[in-house]
T-cell receptor, first 111, second 112 residues
Framework: TQLLEQSPQFLSIQEGENLTVYCNSSSVFSSLQWYRQEPGEGPVLLVTVVTGGEVKKLKRLTFQFGDARKDSSLHITAAQPGDTGLYLCAGAGGGADGLTFGKGTHLIIQP | NAGVTQTPKFQVLKTGQSMTLQCAQDMNHEYMSWYRQDPGMGLRLIHYSVGAGITDQGEVPNGYNVSRSTTEDFPLRLLSAAPSQTSVYFC???????????FGQGTRLTVV
């Protein structure tokens, strides 16, 4: 069974601080995706990374795919209250069907 | 632009009842899937389909059936509801299995 371990599980920081969320696995994935989910809603795709070492930026969010395609990180610069939510990483391929999801990081940005 | 539409949004069932969760997408995606989301467990794959007429089991398929008669629709059937099936169910679609997925708003199901 493929596993994606996300850390930290919970994170509460002040507005303006920086943070990094990690997604690690012992399996190799053909692509890795990051989603953000708000209460009562479905996950919304933020980014897909497919190449080892790839870095993608989405405004204040920076996503990186590990060189070996087993891990990824999400870095938020100058966090804002609107960044509050559940962040999920998901891996595709590597022998499993569909997407394998991590358990998520609950992020709270306090004003 | 509807995307992925799930109905109903909320449902309460008695143990042993059956029901169908509906899912429709208007993006002409070949790949569709069903997940359940439980506290502390994350999202787990129930069933998926790579195209009309083709379905396969995911990680937690027991107690659920699916069919894919059209590209647009992918209903999930609970055969005989059990309290362990209390969960939030999400349908998703994508161009292919490894591409980013679009999710519906979810169905919150309670089995009493």
């Amino acid at each position: 069974t493929q596993l994606l371990e996300q850390s930290p599980q919970f994170l509460s920081i002040q507005e303006g601080e920086n943070l990094t969320v990690y997604c690690n696995s012992s399996s190799v994935f053909s692509s890795l995706q990051w989603y953000r989910q708000e209460p009562g809603e479905g996950p919304v795709l933020l980014v897909t990374v497919v190449t080892g070492g790839e870095v993608k930026k989405l405004k204040r969010l920076t996503f990186q795919f590990g060189d070996a395609r087993k891990d990824s990180s999400l870095h938020i610069t100058a966090a804002q209250p609107g960044d509050t939510g559940l962040y999920l990483c998901a891996g595709a391929g590597g022998g499993a069907d569909g997407l394998t999801f991590g358990k998520g990081t609950h992020l709270i940005i306090q004003p | 632009n509807a995307g992925v539409t799930q109905t109903p949004k909320f449902q309460v069932l008695k143990t042993g009842q059956s029901m169908t969760l509906q899912c429709a997408q208007d993006m002409n995606h070949e790949y569709m899937s069903w997940y359940r989301q439980d506290p502390g467990m994350g999202l787990r794959l129930i069933h998926y389909s790579v195209g009309a007429g083709i379905t396969d089991q995911g990680e937690v398929p027991n107690g659920y059936n699916v069919s894919r008669s059209t590209t647009e629709d992918f209903p999930l059937r609970l055969l005989s509801a059990a309290p362990s099936q209390t969960s939030v169910y999400f349908c998703a679609s994508s161009r292919q299995g490894r591409a980013g997925a679009f999710f519906g708003q979810g169905t919150r199901l309670t089995v009493v």
